[in-house]
């Protein structure tokens, strides 16, 4: 039987990449005839430390083999413990961030639902702010925050309660969403209410690689406070260290009210999320928002592993930082290589995008990519970035590879357009 005819047609990555995966280490995947895939997708960044990294593993098997707890809703286990033990001490106190750590549920669209109750619980307000491009999930909350149409249209219902204004940089910056924001609350007449949070992503992944500046990120976060509106950062896929530091806030040197994570969080690509909140936030009733998998404890067992051993110092976060700047430096050669093609380079640490003038020529890119064995994919509002996101894990010369399959697969592209 061919399986395709029994899966659902919502199905996805297994167009743009036809072959059955196998296995994975490191940065690569293996299908089932043995060829590598070097993989600058890791997951949409939920395998920031690599596939089967080998100190999350043996953490993880030990674990299963001792009979540890695997499912416990939100009841004490000593895996829980020993995560948020272990997440106070290398990630909340080094930050001094004075956050209540709640586990909503195994996905981020579960972390962003449980941010927009708890911002309309707090304040009493219904509405929140959102970006264009913006990303935030698949549930109906998620998706009322969303901007995408395509994936707005498969609600089936009307989304509300949103007010929707530019990103930084939308419309080539010519439109300042923070102006007209703080402009409509000034003005009684502009029918904006309050509203009772701004939810953001510091960089937009699904949304194309835009990248807000430090700036921005501090006005929008100045803006929140005077006027009494909660901050809510959705660091789902920019988090644990994607942007170099552990959230991607900090560059900004703001302090959300409200942080969103998942993905990576588990290091291991294990269903689990957290919403972060200030200590003063936290009036939740027991029980008031739940989950049946929010106590997915072989995903605490991969996360305290993933703190130890890449967060008990600056190392990851320095090593990502210089990899960013020679990611920017191949990839701005590449863009000034093909101007009339490539209309912009994106990025920060580890994420980057190639914006193309023509979106056929980003999907013939990854296409390429792939055929060469390189899995990358493809972002934006047209599908019109090739996006990047390796392992943080990858070698130099994993890197080094990948960028040059990349640059193949562009000059191909372009020269046969």
């Known amino acids: 039987m061919n399986v395709t005819t029994i899966e659902s047609e919502v199905r996805t990555y297994c167009r743009n990449w036809p072959v059955e995966f196998e296995r994975a280490a490191g940065s690569r995947m293996f299908d089932r005839d043995g060829r590598a895939y070097l993989d600058f997708f890791a997951g949409a960044s939920a395998l920031n430390y690599g596939h089967n990294h080998p100190a999350l593993k043996r953490a993880l098997i030990s674990y299963l083999e001792q009979d540890g707890v695997t499912h416990s809703l939100d009841m004490l286990t000593v895996a829980k413990q020993e995560f948020l033990t272990e997440f106070a001490a290398r990630v909340l106190g ?6 209540r ?5 195994p996905t981020g669209t579960n972390a962003v639902e449980a941010a927009l109750k708890l911002a309309r619980k707090v304040t009493g307000r219904q509405s929140v702010v959102a970006f264009t491009g913006g990303f935030h999930g698949m549930s109906l909350g998620s998706l009322a925050v969303t901007g995408n149409a395509s994936k707005r249209g498969g609600a089936g219902v009307p989304l509300g309660h949103t007010w929707r204004i530019p990103y930084d940089g939308f ?3 010519e439109v300042s969403g923070l102006k007209l924001l703080d402009s409509m609350l000034s003005d009684s007449s502009s029918g904006m209410d309050l509203p009772a949070a701004v939810i953001v992503e510091t960089v937009q992944g699904e949304g194309g690689v835009n990248v807000a500046g430090p700036v921005w990120l501090a006005d929008l976060a100045e803006l929140c406070r005077r006027r009494g509106i909660l901050l809510i950062v959705d660091d789902i896929q920019m988090g644990c260290g ?3 530091s552990f959230f991607s806030f900090e560059s900004a040197g703001i302090t959300p009210d409200i942080v969103c994570l998942s993905k990576s969080i588990s290091g291991y690509g294990l269903p689990m999320a957290l919403t972060l909140f200030r200590t003063e936030l936290d009036v939740w009733q027991p029980g008031e928002h739940n989950g049946t998998f929010r106590g997915n404890n072989p995903a605490f067992v991969t996360a305290t592993a993933a703190l130890r051993e890449f967060w008990a110092d600056s190392t990851l976060e320095k090593q990502t930082a210089e990899r960013g ?4 430096e191949v990839l701005g050669e590449l863009a000034a290589q093909y101007p009339e093609h490539v209309s912009e380079l994106r990025g920060r640490g580890l ?3 190639l914006a193309f003038r023509e979106p056929d020529l980003a999907r013939q890119v990854a296409a390429t990519a792939f055929a060469a064995g390189l899995l990358v994919e493809t972002a934006g509002s047209n599908d019109e970035v090739v996006k990047l996101l390796p392992p943080l894990t990858s ?9 040059g399959i990349l640059r193949e697969s562009v000059r191909s592209v372009a020269e046969a357009y």
């Open 325 to 328: 700047l020679r990611f920017e």
């Open 242 to 244: 994607r942007t170099g």
């Open 171 to 173: 419309a080539g910056g």
């Open 94 to 99: 080094p930050r001094q961030l004075d956050y």
């Open 395 to 403: 070698t130099d010369e994993e890197l080094a590879e990948g960028l």
């Open 351 to 353: 994420v980057w995008g």
């Open 101 to 105: 750590v709640q586990f909503p549920g």
